[in-house]
């Protein structure tokens, strides 16, 4: 169970484009859903936290109008990179949370990740 | 602030070879302190979840201890398939007013046969 999935594996795409991304919790319902951003041998930067239904609230130094969250629905959320630059190039990883009783303490599983290159 | 360090950076271990890894942290109010898995261009895979001082968990050869400043990730007599980076967080309320996790930078651990 807890398994958490993300779509595509790889990207690459020209300066200028959009790139979207996709995070999907397969097995469990997921009110809070995360997205990160890890540079080689880094660990996770977290960029925003999301909530179903409700807009993505995003850490400082993060370009809200640059990397658009949405939170549809209790099982996917979604990180548009807009007008991607080469800066932008990094392995995005989504997370979600599981909504079981326990109030705060619920485990966090991630995603495979997304390798973004933009050239 | 909130922060996470983990020790060493790197540990190269013989198979067979026991060895804790460790985490040390300051957080104000801990909400759970976190064991990940990571390889290489793979998201972490959760190992352990610990709420408060003294507990324990433990999954195949690896063992989690927490005290009220740091955890410890034991392995027992590890095999080459325990190679990864792993990677401590604490579950800590966000300036945001959202609990968010803290990661540390990780210990790459390499089990040579």
């Known amino acids: 169970g807890a398994v958490v999935s993300q779509h595509p594996s790889r990207v690459i795409c020209k300066s200028g484009t959009s790139v979207k991304i996709e995070c999907r919790s397969l097995?469990?319902?997921?009110?809070?859903m995360f997205w990160y951003r890890q540079f080689p041998k880094k660990s996770l930067m977290l960029m925003a936290t999301s909530n179903e239904g409700s807009k993505a609230t995003y850490e400082q130094g993060v370009e809200k109008d640059k990397f658009l969250i949405n939170h549809a629905s209790l099982t996917l959320s979604t990180l548009t990179v807009t007008s991607a630059h080469p800066e932008d190039s990094s392995f995005y990883i989504c997370?979600?949370?599981?909504?079981?009783?326990?109030?705060?303490?619920?485990?966090?599983?991630f995603g495979p990740g997304t390798r973004l290159t933009v050239l | 602030e909130d922060q996470v360090t983990q020790s060493p950076e790197a540990l190269r271990l013989q198979e067979g070879e026991s060895s804790s890894l460790n985490c040390s942290y300051t957080v104000s109010g801990l909400r759970g302190l976190f064991w990940y898995r990571q390889d290489p261009g793979k998201g972490p895979e959760f190992l352990f979840t610990?709420?408060?001082a003294g507990e324990e968990k433990e999954k195949e050869r690896l063992k989690a201890t927490l005290t009220k400043k740091e955890s410890f990730l034991h392995i027992t007599a590890p095999k080459p398939e325990d190679s990864a980076t792993y990677l401590c967080?604490?579950?800590?309320?966000?300036?945001?007013?959202?609990?968010?996790?803290?990661f540390g930078t990780g210990t790459r651990l390499l089990v040579s046969p």
């Open positions: 967080a604490v579950q800590a309320l966000g300036n945001t007013g959202f609990q968010k996790l803290v």
């Open positions: 610990l709420y408060s």
């Open positions: 997370s979600a949370r599981t909504s079981g009783s326990g109030g705060i303490y619920n485990e966090q599983f």
């Open positions: 097995d469990f319902q997921a009110t809070t």
